[in-house]
Every structure is written in structure tokens, then in C-alpha cells.
């Protein structure tokens, strides 16, 4: 079993920054590729980035590339989610989730996931 805990959601204006963090429970993190979804209002949930286990490599989806930047620290069971020049299109509830396999962008992939954070951004 993994838990885990993300922190860091707000409320930010167009071009503000965030950085959500994601702190996992369990021994073996580093085996877990590791990724972030949001869900916007009345949407579905969708897949933003994910990274593998040993942080090397990542992969966004086109909406973020060049503003997210995904990392993670395995000696803190913590992976992190950079936000920068937000748009009002970025509201969601952002979850982040552990799976078996990196690369993967399907929710079902991913086995255990968080309550997730708020992020608002005005206009």
C-alpha cells in the first residue's frame, strides 16, 4: 500500500507560480513511477506528467510543456509538480498518483492515488 499526500494548491493569478508537493507513505518509492493528473469542473480527469522512478525520465502532456516541470526525491518519498506562468485554463483539483510502469497516461494505470490539491488561477 502507498498514501499519499499532496500540498500546496492556492489561489494565483495568470502568470503566478506553484509548486504542489506530493509525500508518499512505504519503503518503496523509488520503484513507483509517479505522475500527476487534474480535474478541472465538469470535466474529466486528465493526465498532466509523469516521471520514473528513478526521476530520469518524464513526459508532459502538450498543454504544460515548458511551464510544469515534474521531479521527485526518492530519499523523501516526495515528488513535486513546478508550475509556472499559470493560466485560468489550469484550474483544477490536481491529483497525484504511484503506478507500476512509466509512461502510462490512463487513470486505470495508476493504483494509488491522492485527495488532491485546489488550484485556482484568475485572470
Known amino acids: 500500500q502507498v498514501q499519499l499526500v499532496e500540498s500546496g494548491g492556492g489561489l494565483v493569478q495568470a502568470g503566478d507560480s506553484l509548486r504542489l508537493t506530493c509525500v508518499a507513505s512505504?519503503?518503496?518509492?523509488?520503484?513507483?513511477?509517479m505522475a500527476w493528473f487534474r480535474q478541472a469542473p465538469g470535466k474529466e480527469r486528465e493526465f498532466v506528467t509523469t516521471?520514473?522512478?528513478?526521476?530520469?525520465?518524464?513526459y508532459y502532456v502538450d498543454s504544460v510543456k515548458g511551464r510544469f516541470t515534474v521531479s521527485r526525491d526518492n530519499a523523501k518519498a516526495t515528488v513535486y509538480l513546478q508550475m509556472n506562468n499559470l493560466k485560468p485554463e489550469d484550474t483544477a483539483v490536481y491529483y497525484c498518483?504511484?503506478?507500476?510502469?512509466?509512461?502510462?497516461?490512463?487513470?486505470?494505470?495508476?493504483?494509488?492515488w491522492g485527495q488532491g490539491t485546489q488550484v485556482t488561477v484568475s485572470s
Open positions: 512505504g519503503r518503496t518509492f523509488s520503484t513507483f513511477a
Open positions: 498518483a504511484a503506478g507500476s510502469a512509466y509512461l502510462r497516461t490512463a487513470i486505470n494505470d495508476y493504483a494509488f
Open positions: 516521471i520514473s522512478g528513478l526521476g530520469i525520465r518524464t
